[in-house]
């Protein structure tokens, strides 16, 4: 079974520029995660998505970051325009359900944005 | 917002001895998860906890769901070379599905 696929591996931007970053989930999985990860820190969520709906983005800084899930397989999330602060691992993750006792989050290998 | 504290934040070992980690919490989970992230990948999934008190074994890790459940301990028997990496405690609201995340304890082992 293949895992969580994201694209590109690594990025370097100079601030105020745009970038966008690709998830593709396991095959059948329903929810779809966003997380931010600076160096040191663990994995905090951006953003939630049941299918192609927003299940919980409060975390998401909403000026600039934004994140799209339309068909409810692959997601796009977007940084427009990126501050130095920005510089960070973004992860992809995506379980079966989204809830209850034993569903399990699978993570993608992320990407490492630098912004200059 | 929920904080979850690991410590130690990191650990130098040799081969072969024991590791033990813990998590605290200031709020209460219905489930406990233990990850490891190697560099360059995302973190990997090594034991879930779901009751308070639960003691659950997989290979030579060992975890444990605080009665109080806000806290939980991983333990490792034995360690290897291959244990290197970023052990992350994370809790989770079970209905959300939404997972909060401490800061991780780096392990290093000699050989």
């Known amino acids: 079974e293949a895992g969580v696929a994201q694209s590109p591996r690594y990025k370097i931007i100079e601030k105020r520029q745009s970038v966008a970053f690709w998830c593709n989930p396991i095959s059948g999985h329903a929810t779809l995660y966003w997380y931010q990860q600076i160096l040191g820190q663990g994995p905090k969520l951006l953003i939630q998505f049941q299918n192609n709906g927003v299940v919980d983005d409060s975390q998401l800084p909403k000026d600039r970051f934004s994140a799209e899930r339309l068909k409810g397989v692959d997601s796009t999330l977007k940084i427009q325009p990126a501050k130095l602060e920005d510089s960070a691992v973004y992860l992809c993750a995506s379980s079966q359900v989204g809830g209850g006792p034993t569903d399990t989050q699978y993570f993608g290998p992320g990407t490492r944005l630098t912004v200059l | 917002g929920q904080q979850l504290n690991q410590s130690p934040q990191s650990m130098f070992i040799q081969e072969g001895e024991d590791v033990s980690m813990n998590c605290t919490s200031s709020?209460?989970?219905?489930?406990w998860l233990w990850y490891k992230q190697d560099p360059g990948e995302g973190p990997v999934l090594l034991i879930a906890?779901?009751?308070?008190?639960e003691l659950t074994s997989n290979g030579r890790l060992t975890a444990q769901f605080g009665i109080t459940r806000k806290d939980s301990f991983l333990n490792i028997s034995a360690s290897i070379p291959s244990d290197v990496g970023i052990y992350f405690c994370a809790g989770r609201d079970t209905n959300a599905g939404k997972s909060t995340f401490g800061d991780g304890t780096t392990l290093t082992v000699k050989p």
């Open positions: 906890l779901y009751k308070a008190g």
């Open positions: 709020s209460i989970f219905n489930t």
